[in-house]
């Protein structure tokens, strides 16, 4: 099955600053990369997706990029904000088509006022 | 759009009792509903996969007799967690699909279960 791994597992960074999360998977078949963002005891957030037919999408402060050949796929923040933080969580897809997601193990991400 | 809600949000049982969680959608029709169990400061992990008018399917070494899942409607799939013990206390969390639509899932608020 699918095997997704995530570094850092924690991040601390100053306001202001840029943080960037990475992802690895294993299956060639996956074909889509949401990023999630859960505050302690609340539910993930979907922040931003990609899908293997591109390579990079940018919403405002967020970016997601996505390198099919070498499998991995990461998230920048700029310009973070207290408020970024929060543990954020990479998954990719089963397979082509599966609705089913591996989920990274987390990254703990601190903004430093 | 796209709201998904839980019920209960906490639940307190004794051991060997049995708790229902609901999971529904609120404003859409869900065709596919997924259930996680989350251990604190840990990932996500699914349990299994619930579909309208059908089985479930659960991922392995996830006890189908223990984890009674039921998808009754395109917006409501129950959770029951049968006999339960201290060791399944975690933070049960369902997420759903919009019927015809992408893949997003979209998640619920959680169920912290504690068993004593």
């Known amino acids: 099955g699918e095997n997704v791994e995530q570094h850092p597992s924690t991040l601390s960074v100053q306001e202001g600053d840029s943080a960037v999360i990475k992802c690895t998977y294993s299956?060639?078949?996956?074909?889509?990369f949401p990023w999630y963002k859960q505050e302690l005891g609340k539910r993930p957030q979907l922040i931003i997706d990609?899908?293997?037919?591109?390579g990079e999408k940018k919403d405002q402060r967020i970016a997601v990029t996505l390198n099919k050949t070498a499998k991995h796929f990461s998230l920048h923040i700029t310009e973070t904000q207290p408020e970024d933080s929060a543990v954020y969580f990479c998954a990719a897809n089963l397979r082509a088509g599966s609705y089913q997601l591996t989920f990274g193990k987390g990254t703990k991400l601190s903004v430093i006022p | 759009g796209a709201v998904v809600s839980q019920h209960p949000s906490w639940v307190i049982c004794k051991s060997g009792t049995s708790v229902k969680i609901e999971c529904r959608s609120l404003?859409?029709?869900?065709?596919?509903m997924f259930w996680y169990r989350q251990f604190p400061k840990q990932s996500l992990m699914l349990m299994a996969t619930?579909?309208?008018?059908?089985?479930?399917?659960?991922e392995q070494g996830v006890e189908k007799d223990k984890f009674l899942i039921n998808h009754a409607s395109l917006t409501l799939s129950t959770l029951t967690v049968t006999s339960a013990h201290p060791e399944d206390s975690s933070f049960y969390i369902c997420?759903?699909?919009?019927?015809?639509?992408?893949?997003?899932?979209?998640f619920g608020p959680g169920t912290r279960l504690t068993v004593l």
């Open positions: 997420s759903a699909i919009l019927a015809g639509g992408p893949d997003t899932q979209y």
């Open positions: 404003d859409f029709q869900a065709t596919t």
């Open positions: 990609i899908r293997s037919n591109v």
């Open positions: 299956d060639s078949a996956s074909n889509y």
């Open positions: 619930s579909n309208e008018g059908s089985k479930a399917t659960y």
